[in-house]
């Protein structure tokens, strides 16, 4: 049986930079391997014009980054992606593989753990190794968030989802010194498997929902879509974002950009 070694974070990229997601998770794999008696921290960085990501990486708690730069490697091929963790992680045998809960890393981690015949704890608020097992124990909301199970993941490597801001990121460290491993002639173009055909962008005016640290969210009450006029003008006086639930987007009332909570983005006022 192979000896596994390490917590591996699949990074995230947005605009050439690592995502504040990335950060939260280095945070606490770093965490995870002080318990684990000083396991190593390893991080990837894939895509197209990495620019100082890798070593941003290190600044922000890996150890070591494994960096591949390829334009089959844009952000929205998760085939290609797919095939480079598959790659990285079969080589280097962690012992822990950690992704953020963001659309794309839901299906890349859930796919990566099927090819690593292993189990994936999906959507957890927290992570923490049992000190009876060494086991990787996840918390994780159940039952539309009304109650809370705490999971041990039994298979090798041990895998997590884990929503975004339920962890503070480490103070950016320009002073660590870290490995970056540049992996090359790993991929190739006959894994592409799905051809991208167009991405529509909405500009966003104002704070962004996953950053506002003040949130005015209506909700069906409401009646409509008029009375969100009036949540709008609040916010620019809070300097706050708008929010929705689920029913207000479902009924066309704001778009589908608004909508937070369990089925929607991932907040922390």
């Not at 600044?59 to 070591?64: E, I, N």
């Not at 859930?110 to 690593?116: M, V």
């Not at 991405?199 to 962004?208: D, I, L, Y």
């Amino acid at each position: 049986m192979t000896e596994r070694h390490g917590i591996l974070v699949i990074g995230e990229l947005a605009d050439g930079e690592i995502t504040s997601a990335t950060t939260e998770l280095l945070a606490t794999a770093s965490k995870l391997a002080s318990d684990l008696n000083g396991e190593e921290v390893a991080a990837t960085i894939l895509g197209v014009e990495l620019n100082n990501a890798p070593q941003e990486a290190i600044f922000f708690g890996a150890d070591k980054v494994y960096a591949s730069d390829h334009p089959l490697l844009a952000e929205t091929n998760h085939d290609a992606h797919l095939a480079v963790l598959t790659h990285i992680a079969t080589e280097n045998s962690p012992k822990i593989i950690l992704s953020a809960k963001s659309l794309r890393c839901q299906e890349i981690a859930t796919r990566l753990a099927f090819r690593l015949g292993t189990s994936l704890a999906q959507d957890c608020i927290e992570v923490s190794i049992d000190s009876g097992t060494s086991k990787l124990q996840c918390t994780r909301p159940v039952y539309g968030g009304n109650a809370l199970a705490h999971v041990l993941c039994h298979g090798t490597p041990m895998m997590a989802t884990i929503r975004p801001r339920t962890c503070e990121p480490l103070e950016r460290d320009t002073s660590r010194k870290g490995k970056v491993v540049v992996l090359e002639n790993v991929i190739d173009a006959s894994v592409i498997k799905v051809r991208f055909v167009e991405r529509v962008e909405k500009e966003v005016t104002g704070v962004r929902l996953e950053n506002a640290k003040i949130i005015v969210a209506g909700g069906r009450g409401l009646g409509g879509p008029e009375p969100f006029t009036h949540l709008d003008e609040l916010a620019q006086l809070l300097g706050a974002a708008v929010g929705a639930s689920r029913a207000a987007c479902d009924a066309g009332w704001v778009p589908p950009g608004y909508q937070i909570g369990l089925t929607g983005k991932s907040v922390t006022p």
